[in-house]
């Protein structure tokens, strides 16, 4: 079990560029979650993937986000013309279950983006 | 409306001290999971324990002890004999029935002093 892998660790760069995110999940783990984490809060859904499905998105994925995970294996989180505000500690992590999410998630060390 | 609350932002003890954690969460499905996770300051979430909102027994292990009380919609968590080990922030976090995602708490930033 290699865990939950993000890469890359941290990423700088200007407002208004494009930024592209990896996760690797546990292997046998059918679920993908992305969350969103700043300073002094807890981590905050994104979106979610059962297999290649993406079936949940939260408001706060704006149309500059978006998320595939084309054979259901690892994911990508794409940030197009990023914002001051987009600065944060980016989240992956997944599960392996049915359609309820009870089983625990487990996570990567995340990619912290930082807009200059 | 914050599903999760963790009122308690920081906590400081000094070592083998016990110390408890709170956590009230709000939900109106029946079927509900509730979680703890440890993030060192390393960064990477570390899961500790989940609880069914059918099971409303205690857990300890080791030196943690969890207290989940549907009455008062609290899961709270203590530490036994803490250590500086034991120094991280601490989320809880409600999965419901009907829906996917993880709604975590602020955090309890717990600092364990030699």
């Known amino acids: 079990d290699t865990g939950v892998s993000q890469n890359p660790r941290h990423k700088i760069t200007k407002r208004g560029q494009n930024v592209t995110f990896r996760c690797d999940p546990i292997?046998?783990?059918?679920?993908l979650y992305w969350y969103r984490q700043t300073l002094g809060q807890g981590p905050e859904f994104l979106t979610y993937?059962?297999?290649?499905?993406?079936?949940?998105k939260s408001r706060l994925l704006s149309d500059r986000f978006s998320a595939e995970r084309p054979k259901g294996s690892f994911s990508t989180l794409e940030i197009q013309r990023t914002e001051q505000g987009d600065s944060a500690m980016y989240l992956c992590?997944?599960?392996?279950?049915?359609?309820?999410?009870?089983?625990?998630?487990?996570f990567g060390d995340g990619t912290r983006l930082s807009i200059l | 409306a914050q599903k999760v609350t963790q009122a308690q932002t920081e906590i400081s003890v000094v070592e083998k001290e016990d110390v408890t954690l709170d956590c009230v969460y709000e939900t109106r499905d029946t079927t509900y999971y509730l979680f703890w996770y440890k993030q060192p300051p390393s960064g990477e979430l570390v899961f500790l324990i989940r609880?069914?909102?059918?099971?409303?027994q205690n857990e300890i292990s080791g030196r943690y002890s969890w207290n989940f009380q549907k009455s008062t919609s609290s899961f709270n968590f203590t530490i036994t004999a803490s250590q500086v080990v034991d120094s991280a922030v601490y989320f809880c976090?409600?999965?419901?029935?009907?829906?996917?995602?993880?709604?975590f708490g602020t955090g309890t930033s717990l600092t364990v002093i030699p």
């Open positions: 609880r069914n909102s059918f099971d409303e």
């Open positions: 993937f059962q297999n290649e499905a993406q079936l949940e």
């Open positions: 976090a409600l999965s419901e029935w009907t829906g996917n995602q993880f709604y």
């Open positions: 992590a997944s599960s392996f279950g049915g359609p309820r999410g009870n089983q625990p998630q487990h």
């Open positions: 292997s046998e783990h059918n679920r």
